[in-house]
């Protein structure tokens, strides 16, 4: 199976910390995502990546920026981090290609962040 | 802008009752279609989706759902709750046509399952 593991499940920052998420997928795919989560709201894109060194903007992107270095690590920033951005974010990959109806997503267990 | 709409936020039953939860997309072309699960501190989950073939899917944990054009509607049922089914379920909708790709997710639907 494929595994997506987020290093950090629970954190807990201070206003204007720069605050780094790290996403790491095992099975060699393609695409991966940034979706934060919050009640009421479902999940919502923030950046994806089709490739190494690539990234696009998703449906919230203010206040983040990402960074794919290599294949398999998708590492979210929050360059400083705000009380707004206190919320769950998943981290998911999929093999492509982006277009497809087989292409499912996998998703980690999820990083909840705290900005105090 | 593409959307998904999903009917209730918290959705209860009984335990052995049946289980029906909505969604309904906006769409003017076929799209692709999934159902995913998250359980308390967990990430999302596949159940099942949709990928033009048959009408009716069948998934994971007894779920099944039923791909409706006339309605845009791919409602999710399951025939007999369980008290492991308590979770939130998230429908989701790929478009296939030009354009960037991005999967448009639903706001959720809490489903409590009552002993």
């Known amino acids: 199976d494929v595994k997506v593991t987020q290093s950090s499940r629970y954190l807990v920052k201070r206003t204007g910390e720069k605050v780094f998420l790290e996403c790491v997928q095992d099975?060699?795919?393609?695409?991966m995502f940034w979706y934060r989560q919050d009640p009421g709201l479902g999940l919502r894109l923030i950046y994806f990546?089709?490739?190494?060194?690539?990234?696009e903007k998703g449906d919230i992107p203010e206040g983040y920026s990402v960074s794919r270095e290599k294949k398999e690590r998708f590492s979210l920033i929050l360059e400083s981090a705000s009380t707004n951005q206190t919320s769950m974010y998943l981290c998911?990959?999929?093999?492509?290609?982006?277009?497809?109806?087989?292409?499912?997503?996998?998703f980690g267990a999820g990083s909840r962040l705290t900005v105090l | 802008a593409q959307s998904v709409t999903q009917l209730g936020s918290h959705v209860s039953v009984s335990e052995g009752a049946l289980v029906l939860l909505r969604c309904n997309y906006s769409s003017s072309v076929p799209p692709y279609l999934f159902w995913y699960v998250q359980y308390p501190n967990q990430g999302l989950q596949l159940l099942l989706k949709y990928t033009s073939a048959a009408t009716l899917v069948k998934g994971i944990n007894g779920f099944e759902a039923e791909f409706k054009k006339s309605e845009t509607s791919f409602h999710l049922t399951k025939p007999s709750a369980h008290m492991s089914d308590a979770a939130e379920y998230f429908c989701?909708?790929?478009?296939?046509?030009?354009?960037?790709?991005?999967?448009?997710f639903g706001k959720g639907t809490k489903l409590s399952v009552i002993p």
């Open positions: 990546s089709y490739d190494v060194k690539m990234k």
């Open positions: 989701a909708v790929l478009y296939s046509g030009a354009g960037s790709y991005q999967l448009t």
């Open positions: 099975m060699d795919h393609e695409n």
């Open positions: 998911a990959s999929s093999l492509g290609p982006s277009n497809s109806g087989a292409n499912v997503l996998t």
